[in-house]
RNA sequence: CGGGGCGUAGCGCAGCCUGGCAGCGCAUCUGCUUUGGGAGCAGAGGGUCGCAGGUUCGAAUCCUGCCGCCCCGACCA
């Protein structure tokens, strides 16, 4: 893409109800425009990112053989009413009349929208397990939205929902999904701590939530140390192995780590030595239940075992808060000149800054070096708009591309390009042909 | 929901108290000079001053009502 025609509105200044790094380098960066409180536009930089997240939570499901789907934003009351939650989840459901003065809603969440689908679709034990999940928009009408997107009230989120026969499957489709969330955020360059959650008016015989750290988390957290030390991204496992899919999650809910509401000093001493202790601020990226038969008794989820007996399926839910995580990560990767991609979410691969736009060898130059880095499959975007060095670099800083190549009249006579590593900011001289080379190393 | 604050150009703000041509910086456009970390000079464009009503010869400014937004707290994915 060349940024002279890419659609990336920058501001030099902070907006002055940005808070909150995130927000500030969103807006600044021209990711995200404000349209209503708690409600953003998604622009081209800001969405390319969100896509990026979406298909790693794609692919991590796939693996897993969960079932993607896709259902409506605006739901009927009736099914609610049906369910009893109509009435009980309260003004942070957005309430909608059609025109024939049908009640309806904006979904925030979809569990008896899925069970119904289940329950139209599956009667018999041969169908299961199942796992269906989607990535939609949610409308929660929070009383105070704010930090940009980090609690917005439209959000994006994956929601998925499994049905098993017995608690011992249940339990596994659990622990799968333990499994498969601990790879999606360590793809994203993420270390996202599970923590025993409550389980809260939702119920359920397990829960956890995954927090990732910032300064500006919204809850303080307390665990274990050892969780620096884990391998959290290269661990290759056969879901259908029950065994070794239980011991990662053991090797993980064995150490101490709670979120404030549920933390206990006494326990966190006794499990944990003192100079194993850490505490800090996390950000709550997912959260995972599984509910046994709480929900699908009263909704009547029931299917045929081989006995012919119609039983209750055991469930779980289970969410990643997939705009949330636009902002987590910048919270969790950035410096004082902006934002600092992990190579997996950013929006393009690789930046080329044109340093003398106008002038007839660099120009070449830089075409050339554009054309053959996307032959290379590199995703590019060409800086060859004409402003001055000072402005490019600081734009380029901002948007944290994970590589940013300078090009100017003293490398085309030298015949080299500095190529700067975002994150450590380490500046290095490759020759023109050996670029693409250099950054996939 | 309680408390505090703010709505004036794309962004950041001044002007309001004490009514009298709607301004400044950045950004944008044109020209010239520049050009390896947010250039200089000269010029230009861009506004229902959040909305509605009132007071007044005259309202961004005073009064009333409404709307929107932000921050702190409580609450919550």
Known sequence: MRLSKFFMPILRDDPKEAEIVSHKYMLRAGMIRQESAGIYSWLPLGLKVLKKIENIVHEEQAKTGANELLMPTIQSADLWRQSGRY???GKEMLRITDRHDRDMLYGPTNEEMIT?????GVQSYKDMPLNLYHIQWKFRDEVRPR???MRGREFLMKDGYSFDMTPQEGKHAYNKMFVAY????ARMGLKAIPMRADTGPIGGDSSHEFLILADTGESEVFFDKAFYDMDWSTFEIDYDDKQAVASVVDDFTSKYAAAE???NQ????????KDRQVSGRGIEVGHIFFFGTKYSKPLGALVQDAEGNQVPVQSGSYGIGVSRLVGGIIEASHDENGIIWPQAVAPFDVGIINLKSGDAATDKQCEQLYG???AAGFDVLYDDRDDRAGAKFARMDLIGLPWAITVGPRGVKSGMAEVKNRKSGEKTDVPFSDVGKFISQ
């Open 261 to 263: 509401e549920i933390h």
């Open 266 to 273: 006494e326990e966190f001493d006794a499990k944990v030595p």
């Open 87 to 89: 009435e009980d989840y």
């Open 147 to 149: 930090f940009g997107i």
């Open 116 to 120: 119904s689908i289940f329950k139209s």
């Open 182 to 185: 601990l790879r999606t955020y």
């Open 372 to 374: 053959d880095l996307q």
